[in-house]
């Protein structure tokens, strides 16, 4: 510590601009050795596909620094685990010790994160918290994976652990672990993983020595205190230029399987005063009788990850959490109290109320806008492997890439990371393969699927798979936006829904929709599944002709949705050599009859639209788009309710913006 500087608002620092750049980017630094030891021994291929996150906080449990590739929602709750343990521990922590944690109830996410904090002593004193969080395959429960659509309470979604000690004064406490993994399917992966997030923490301590080594346990503990009030600054700064006032907004989780018909409503409230970002999510439904539901720590890192994502300049620590701020009402969809299932939250409520962040965004920082993003969603298998006899347990855990919404200048990014966890990386099939008797069979962009507009969604892709030699073995899929489907703002259309299939184009077809478990599955069973494009922005009918015609070639669009969607008309010459060419005169005519009808389209009677889809007369698509009709895929029923509930939204996204 050199000098004092004075920096925004009159606030006095104690470290001179070089030292603080130097040990703000070493806090970094030291996450992300964390995060480089996790990937590099860790059992789980989940883990390895970088389901997981990394965390320094302070004495206090507030985070310092996370890491560059962490998982939005997993760092939004860290420090509310490491606060859990020092409420739950307080005087009684001590060097050596090390904790566990996947509680949703008390911070956490749900209970297949799993986090390991290990306190930092510096000469008897706490000075700081290093934490790991992973995503185990399996934590015990009902279902291979620990995602059962059906369960109501917690106790069928596996194993939850308050905040417990398994490492005392440098003790690995076996029996404890051995009570826990025993509990899980494949216990001796379980118990890779944890060792190897105990050693992940382990160099994060190591780092932080080699720092204080360095400059000193003073400047250290400054640092952290320094790093935290920047982010604040600059926060507050930034709110200091942005207009005061409130916006709000819906989005909707499909359904309460014990409801039936009807959209299930977020309420996203939004207020900005002159230092404050204030959220209220009053009016959102209560929790439904499945595990889409959120508790209060992953509904309260949804607002951050929503609002971060428009303020890429500044860092994430606890100094933004300060400055951004919920109400979150109990009992409901985004705070559901134990025991109540929130297993599935992230793809229930944490999305949507990220969609929903982006949207009121979008109308402040029009320049940043960017449309509803594709759903994480997540299909397992699991039971016994049988190619060599062994009758070893397998997990194929596997989520997709999918489509971003469009933004204000451009189409949204194809096949990427859910926003959920942009860090995420897609499985390789090769890798999937050989640890599991599954054999990928399709992996591809599917071409329609992003949501129409002067900017389009990016696409998502179909992926799909056949079981070889197993046994005794079943099937969980833990996803949405079958109902609600993604949308477009400024006038942009919709993409397509989502949903999981057995058996396609067999006779034993069958559609299995977006949430289920435990659905026997055989060798030689086949199953696919799409992932969405996200919707568009801006009015489809104001897209640049030549950008229909590229999306053409590239087979993004097809000719017929080119037309359709954006009124384009568009004659093939030869696809091989792909010469393609507009016909300029009935795109003139094309466009002209969307604009005189597509109102209309809106306020068409549903059930006659359900007639006409039955005829062949339309197709989902346009069902979706044209006329913003839901419907059960399953019995190929309009659902009257949601649909409703829907073109409401249509009405607020996309007609409000239209000519």
């Given at each position: 510590?050199?000098?004092?500087?004075?920096?925004?608002?009159?606030?006095?620092?104690?470290?001179?601009?070089?030292?603080?750049?130097?040990?703000?980017?070493?806090?970094?630094?030291?996450?992300?050795?964390?995060?480089?030891?996790?990937?590099?021994?860790?059992?789980?291929?989940?883990?390895?596909?970088?389901?997981?996150?990394?965390?320094?906080?302070?004495?206090?449990?507030?985070?310092?620094?996370?890491?560059?590739?962490?998982?939005?929602?997993?760092?939004?709750?860290?420090?509310?685990?490491?606060?859990?343990?020092?409420?739950?521990?307080?005087?009684?922590?001590h060097p050596g010790d090390i904790f566990l944690?996947?509680?949703?109830?008390?911070?956490?996410?749900?209970?297949?994160?799993?986090?390991?904090?290990?306190?930092?002593?510096?000469?008897?004193?706490?000075?700081?918290?290093?934490?790991?969080?992973?995503?185990?395959?399996?934590?015990?429960?009902?279902?291979?994976?620990?995602?059962?659509?059906?369960?109501?309470?917690?106790?069928?979604?596996?194993?939850?652990?308050?905040?417990?000690?398994?490492?005392?004064?440098?003790?690995?406490?076996?029996?404890?672990?051995?009570?826990?993994?025993?509990?899980?399917?494949?216990?001796?992966?379980?118990?890779?993983?944890?060792?190897?997030?105990?050693?992940?923490?382990?160099?994060?301590?190591?780092?932080?020595?080699?720092?204080?080594?360095?400059?000193?346990?003073?400047?250290?503990?400054?640092?952290?205190?320094?790093?935290?009030?920047?982010?604040?600054?600059?926060?507050?700064?930034?709110?200091?230029?942005?207009?005061?006032?409130?916006?709000?907004?819906?989005?909707?989780?499909?359904?309460?399987?014990?409801?039936?018909?009807?959209?299930?409503?977020?309420?996203?409230?939004?207020?900005?005063?002159?230092?404050?970002?204030?959220?209220?999510?009053?009016?959102?439904?209560?929790?439904?009788?499945?595990?889409?539901?959120?508790?209060?720590?992953?509904?309260?890192?949804?607002?951050?990850?929503?609002?971060?994502?428009?303020?890429?300049?500044?860092?994430?620590?606890?100094?933004?959490?300060?400055?951004?701020?919920?109400?979150?009402?109990?009992?409901?969809?985004?705070?559901?109290?134990?025991?109540?299932?929130?297993?599935?939250?992230?793809?229930?409520?944490?999305?949507?109320?990220?969609?929903?962040?982006?949207?009121?965004?979008?109308?402040?920082?029009?320049?940043?806008?960017?449309?509803?993003?594709?759903?994480?969603?997540?299909?397992?298998?699991?039971?016994?492997?049988?190619?060599?006899?062994?009758?070893?347990?397998?997990?194929?855990?596997?989520?997709?890439?999918?489509?971003?919404?469009?933004?204000?200048?451009?189409?949204?990014?194809?096949?990427?990371?859910?926003?959920?966890?942009?860090?995420?990386?897609?499985?390789?099939?090769?890798?999937?393969?050989?640890?599991?008797?599954?054999?990928?069979?399709?992996?591809?962009?599917?071409?329609?699927?992003?949501?129409?507009?002067?900017?389009?969604?990016?696409?998502?892709?179909?992926?799909?798979?056949?079981?070889?030699?197993?046994?005794?073995?079943?099937?969980?899929?833990?996803?949405?936006?079958?109902?609600?489907?993604?949308?477009?703002?400024?006038?942009?259309?919709?993409?397509?829904?989502?949903?999981?299939?057995?058996?396609?184009?067999?006779?034993?077809?069958?559609?299995?929709?977006?949430?289920?478990?435990?659905?026997?599955?055989?060798?030689?069973?086949?199953?696919?599944?799409?992932?969405?494009?996200?919707?568009?922005?801006?009015?489809?009918?104001?897209?640049?002709?030549?950008?229909?015609?590229?999306?053409?070639?590239?087979?993004?669009?097809?000719?017929?949705?080119?037309?359709?969607?954006?009124?384009?008309?568009?004659?093939?010459?030869?696809?091989?050599?792909?010469?393609?060419?507009?016909?300029?005169?009935?795109?003139?005519?094309?466009?002209?009859?969307?604009?005189?009808?597509r109102k209309k389209w809106l306020e068409a009677?549903?059930?006659?639209?359900?007639?006409?889809?039955?005829?062949?007369?339309?197709?989902?698509?346009?069902?979706?788009?044209?006329?913003?009709?839901?419907?059960?895929?399953?019995?190929?029923?309009?659902?009257?309710?949601?649909?409703?509930?829907?073109?409401?939204?249509?009405?607020?996204?996309?007609?409000?913006?239209?000519?």
């Amino acid at each position: 510590m050199t000098r004092t500087q004075i920096t925004h608002d009159e606030t006095i620092t104690s470290l001179d601009p070089v030292t603080f750049e130097v040990l703000k980017n070493g806090f970094i630094n030291l996450v992300d050795q964390m995060a480089e030891q996790m990937l590099r021994t860790c059992y789980s291929f989940v883990i390895y596909n970088r389901d997981f996150s990394c965390a320094l906080c302070d004495a206090e449990g507030n985070t310092v620094m996370q890491g560059t590739q962490d998982i939005s929602v997993h760092v939004g709750t860290l420090h509310l685990t490491a606060k859990a343990v020092l409420e739950d521990f307080g005087d009684d922590i001590h060097p050596g010790d090390i904790f566990l944690v996947n509680d949703p109830y008390r911070g956490g996410t749900h209970f297949n994160d799993t986090r390991v904090v290990l306190p930092v002593f510096y000469e008897d004193k706490l000075i700081a918290l290093m934490q790991t969080n992973g995503h185990w395959a399996d934590v015990g429960g009902s279902n291979p994976g620990s995602f059962d659509i059906t369960a109501k309470e917690h106790y069928g979604e596996g194993v939850r652990i308050p905040p417990i000690r398994i490492v005392s004064k440098g003790k690995f406490l076996k029996d404890v672990v051995n009570v826990l993994a025993m509990n899980m399917r494949i216990p001796e992966e379980r118990i890779g993983d944890l060792r190897s997030q105990i050693e992940a923490a382990k160099v994060g301590q190591t780092q932080l020595f080699e720092i204080i080594k360095k400059y000193g346990i003073d400047t250290t503990l400054t640092a952290f205190k320094e790093v935290q009030d920047y982010v604040e600054r600059l926060t507050r700064a930034k709110i200091k230029t942005l207009p005061k006032g409130t916006w709000e907004t819906v989005d909707y989780i499909d359904m309460d399987p014990e409801l039936g018909d009807g959209l299930i409503p977020i309420h996203v409230k939004m207020t900005i005063t002159d230092d404050e970002i204030l959220y209220d999510l009053s009016g959102s439904h209560p929790y439904i009788s499945c595990f889409l539901n959120s508790g209060f720590g992953a509904a309260l890192s949804g607002t951050y990850a929503g609002t971060k994502t428009f303020f890429p300049e500044i860092p994430l620590n606890s100094g933004f959490y300060r400055v951004v701020k919920a109400h979150l009402p109990e009992n409901s969809v985004v705070n559901a109290p134990s025991p109540i299932a929130v297993t599935g939250y992230c793809s229930g409520s944490f999305e949507k109320i990220m969609n929903a962040c982006f949207e009121l965004w979008s109308n402040i920082m029009p320049e940043r806008a960017i449309a509803c993003s594709f759903n994480l969603e997540y299909l397992l298998i699991g039971g016994t492997d049988k190619r060599k006899d062994l009758d070893d347990y397998f997990m194929w855990y596997d989520w997709m890439a999918g489509g971003h919404g469009g933004r204000i200048d451009r189409d949204g990014a194809n096949t990427t990371s859910p926003v959920f966890g942009v860090g995420l990386s897609v499985q390789p099939c090769e890798g999937q393969e050989r640890l599991s008797p599954v054999i990928t069979t399709k992996h591809e962009i599917i071409t329609d699927s992003a949501g129409p507009g002067k900017y389009r969604g990016g696409c998502g892709i179909e992926k799909g798979g056949i079981l070889t030699n197993v046994k005794n073995t079943v099937m969980s899929y833990c996803c949405d936006r079958s109902r609600s489907v993604t949308w477009g703002i400024f006038g942009g259309l919709p993409s397509i829904p989502h949903g999981a299939w057995l058996n396609p184009g067999k006779d034993d077809e069958q559609f299995l929709g977006t949430i289920f478990s435990n659905v026997a599955v055989k060798s030689g069973d086949s199953f696919t599944r799409p992932s969405a494009g996200g919707g568009g922005l801006g009015d489809p009918l104001e897209r640049d002709l030549y950008a229909v015609l590229e999306d053409v070639i590239d087979e993004y669009v097809s000719i017929e949705r080119a037309r359709k969607d954006y009124g384009v008309v568009i004659k093939e010459i030869n696809r091989k050599l792909d010469l393609f060419e507009i016909d300029y005169e009935g795109t003139k005519l094309e466009r002209e009859f969307i604009r005189k009808n597509r109102k209309k389209w809106l306020e068409a009677d549903p059930l006659e639209v359900e007639r006409h889809y039955l005829n062949g007369e339309v197709d989902k698509l346009d069902v979706i788009r044209r006329f913003g009709v839901i419907m059960d895929y399953s019995t190929n029923k309009v659902l009257l309710k949601s649909t409703e509930q829907y073109r409401e939204s249509m009405r607020k996204r996309s007609l409000a913006y239209w000519n």
